[in-house]
Nanobody, 119 residues
Framework: QVQLTESGGGLVQSGNSLTLSCQAS???????LGWFRQAPGKERELLAA??????????AESMKARFTISKDNDKNTNTVYLQMIDLKPEDTAVYYC???????????WGQGTQVTVSS
């Protein structure tokens, strides 16, 4: 099993930045972590993902300009970050961290962290 704990969400004003953190723990080996979000009334969408083995990243095209995924280089921790800049009200959503064996396949999900962007 894998436990994922997101943090860093909150209320921010439009134009500001926010960095989310996701810490993965557990006995199951995981090699990829991804960030998703789900806004009210919309489907969950993939924002960015990163391989924990070779640092390869993948982004949704529309997120590349403002979102950056990175990982902690401390080998004793599986922590991934999502840096978000120039936030807009349409970025308001619950943001989820997910883990799996590769970018594109996720078996484990966090509880989510709310991000609210005010205009």
């Amino acid at each position: 099993q894998v436990q994922l704990t997101e943090s860093g969400g909150g209320l921010v004003q439009s134009g500001n930045s926010l960095t989310l953190s996701c810490q993965a723990s557990g006995r199951t080996l995981i090699t990829a972590l991804g960030w998703f979000r789900q806004a009210p009334g919309k489907e969950r969408e993939l924002l960015a993902a990163i391989s924990l083995t070779d640092d390869k990243t993948s982004y949704a095209e529309s997120m590349k300009a403002r979102f950056t995924i990175s990982k902690d280089n401390d080998k004793n921790t599986n922590t991934v970050y999502l840096q978000m800049i120039d936030l807009k009200p349409e970025d308001t959503a619950v943001y989820y961290c997910a883990a799996g064996p590769n970018i594109g396949l996720y078996y484990y999900w966090g509880q989510g962290t709310q991000v609210t962007v005010s205009s």
